[in-house]
T-cell receptor, first 116, second 115 residues
Framework: AQKITQTQPGMFVQEKEAVTLDCTYD???????LFWYKQPSSGEMIFLIY??????QNATEGRYSLNFQKARKSANLVISASQLGDSAMYFC?????????????FGTGTRLLVSP | DTAVSQTPKYLVTQMGNDKSIKCEQN?????MYWYKQDSKKFLKIMFS???????INETVPNRFSPKSPDKAHLNLHINSLELGDSAVYFC??????????????FGPGTRLLVL
């Protein structure tokens, strides 16, 4: 079974609009961390935001926020006020205690295109 | 002042050759990783080293041999390159505290093309 599922291969949004990128995960481990990374066309992997399984509040980092719904096992990334520079691949990832937190398991990614 | 650097950025080579990719981090981290990103953009861990010791080997063929001369460096040597090895290889590092929140920082990637 897929550990991390990103069901949206591609998303379009207009500049200045908000967009939600979906991520669901599968684990029976009570202790885990969820991450979002951005990969622009230049290829580097940029860390955006982190959410811990025990965190009571949703994580926020500037225009990025994470809509964490633990019971539904979802950790959707919300980008507010989209900018042209947000066009990129976005990856959701998870690490679990049972693997000693050593492995970061990635989803298949969502390609976001921001139009003027 | 690049945090995680990789060389070379691009590598084009013939099938059957042996090649190496170097990785260095100046973050003072204890743990380093190699990931492979295939043509469909799927990222998968290959190896993890903590303080120069192998922690994870994700059923990677023996042709791939990581080497960590010190905790700031993790090099990847690939023997007898095959067409299917064409991919982007990312090095990453993290503090090594083994907590859920520990962030991994990635290098710029090495684009390997095997002809």
């Amino acid at each position: 079974a897929q550990k991390i599922t990103q069901t949206q291969p591609g998303m379009f949004v207009q500049e200045k609009e908000a967009v939600t990128l979906d991520c669901t995960y599968d684990t029976s481990d009570p202790s885990y961390g969820l991450f979002w990374y951005k990969q622009p066309s230049s290829g580097e992997m940029i860390f955006l935001i982190y959410q811990g399984s025990y965190d009571q509040q949703n994580a926020t980092e500037g225009r990025y926020s994470l809509n964490f719904q633990k019971a539904r096992k979802s950790a959707n990334l919300v980008i507010s006020a989209s900018q042209l520079g947000d066009s990129a691949m976005y990856f959701c990832a998870m690490r679990e205690r049972r693997t000693g937190f050593q492995k970061l398991v990635f989803g298949t990614g969502t390609r976001l295109l921001v139009s003027p | 002042d690049t945090a995680v650097s990789q060389t070379p950025k691009y590598l084009v080579t013939q099938m059957g050759n042996d090649k190496s990719i170097k990785c260095e981090q100046n973050l003072g981290h204890d743990t380093m990783y190699w990931y492979k990103q295939d043509s469909k953009k799927f990222l998968k861990i290959m190896f993890s080293y903590n303080n120069k010791e192998l922690i994870i080997n994700e059923t990677v063929p023996n042709r791939f041999s990581p080497k960590s001369p010190d905790k700031a460096h993790l090099n990847l040597h690939i023997n007898s390159l095959e067409l299917g090895d064409s991919a982007v290889y990312f090095c990453a590092s993290s503090q090594g505290q083994d907590t859920a929140q520990e962030t991994q920082y990635f290098g710029p990637g090495t684009r390997l093309l095997v002809l």
